[in-house]
């Protein structure tokens, strides 16, 4: 029996496997590394691994850290800023003032500078004939600066022969002003238009719709108005306080539609960095004053928050005529 026992019990026979560790079960212990007998001959010593890193548990308590601020913003990808506001105002049942926007910028190896054309003008005349004769000047005066200044410069780039944008602004206006002229008999209108040319805006200007630039702490008017309050004024025969309640503080010397020989007024400025450029009628200057004017603009950093602003104060003063506004903001580098 004892025989039979140790020869059941050899190497032949497979050996009950061990019961399966459980969470809280102690592991087998692994051989020390000093006990010769219990490591193989061909087993090398592994180095032991170095200590794991310090946690920062700061970035592990669901915040995520802030990227740091960009310090520097490149300016070729910071352009131009628009907006435009009209409105009817309280007292008028039609709007006669006109306005257009347009602006153009690209990026590519061959460099075309950004480009801008603004225009307001304030029509006069009858009911209809006001309002005519200022779409007919915005339009006119749009298409001969982009035909002439925009086109070939997208065509060629900036170094095509073309004329002076000055020279280009005024024939712009007188065109604008033929056409007036044999369309709308009866009717006139103001216009003054800025093109933009990188930081270099070019200003033609007929009448007493105005030009602002506003810088972060001064407002200028830029632009002479062509009015019989304002002739006085430089006659030194009228103040300006006495001038804003004139029974003629409307009535212009100079405008679109009156005669077939016009003067236009120029003027070349530069622009800036993050200044401000307000293009309005009178209906919003006549009603706001410069102080507001400046305030609204620069503490308003989107330029249509800002027109739309302009135009509703005007209408709170009263809104007695039509209201434009065009507000320009200048990149800041």
């Known amino acids: 029996m004892d025989l039979f026992r140790r020869l059941f019990s050899r190497s032949g026979t497979k050996e009950e496997p061990s019961a399966p560790l459980t969470k809280n ?3 087998p212990k692994s051989p ?3 006990d010769v007998d219990s490591i193989g001959t061909d087993t090398v010593p592994v180095a032991p691994l170095p200590p794991p890193a310090p946690i920062d548990f700061k970035v592990l308590d669901g915040v995520t850290r802030p990227l740091p601020a960009e310090k520097v913003i490149m300016s070729k990808n910071e352009h131009l800023v628009f907006g435009q506001s009209t409105d009817v105002g309280m007292v008028r049942s039609n709007n006669q003032d006109s306005a257009l926007s347009f602006f153009f910028t690209s990026h590519s190896s061959e460099e075309r500078p950004d480009f801008g054309l603004f225009i307001v003008a304030d029509g006069m005349g009858g009911h209809h004939d006001g309002e005519k004769a200022s779409a007919i000047t915005t339009r006119v005066v749009a298409a001969h600066i982009t035909n002439n200044i925009y086109v070939p410069i997208l065509a060629d780039g900036d170094d095509v ?12 206006v007188q065109r604008a002003n033929s056409q007036v002229i044999s369309n709308v008999p009866d009717g ?12 270099l805006a070019y200003i033609a200007h007929v009448g007493d719709t105005r030009v602002y630039l506003i810088t972060k702490d001064h ?19 009228l103040t300006p306080e006495a001038a804003a309640d004139h029974p003629q503080k409307n009535v212009l010397y100079r405008a679109l539609g009156q005669n077939e020989s016009l003067e236009v007024d120029t003027l070349t ?28 603009a620069i503490n308003n950093p989107s330029p249509q928050e800002a027109c739309d602003k302009l135009v509703a104060l005007a209408n709170t003063r009263g809104g007695v005529d039509n209201i ?10």
């Open 269 to 296: 400025r530069r622009l800036p960095p993050a200044s401000r450029v307000l293009i309005c009628s009178d209906g919003l200057w006549g009603l706001v004053k410069e102080r507001e004017i400046f305030e609204i």
């Open 161 to 172: 022969e073309r004329p002076p944008i000055t020279e280009a602004l005024v024939a712009a």
């Open 32 to 34: 020390a590394a000093n």
């Open 219 to 237: 407002i200028e008017q830029i632009t002479r108005d062509h009015s019989l309050v304002q002739r006085l004024i430089e006659l030194d025969q």
């Open 188 to 199: 006139g209108t103001t216009a003054t238009a800025v093109a933009v040319i990188g930081d």
């Open 25 to 27: 079960a102690e592991k």
């Open 324 to 333: 434009t506004a065009i507000l320009l903001r200048v990149p800041s580098s």
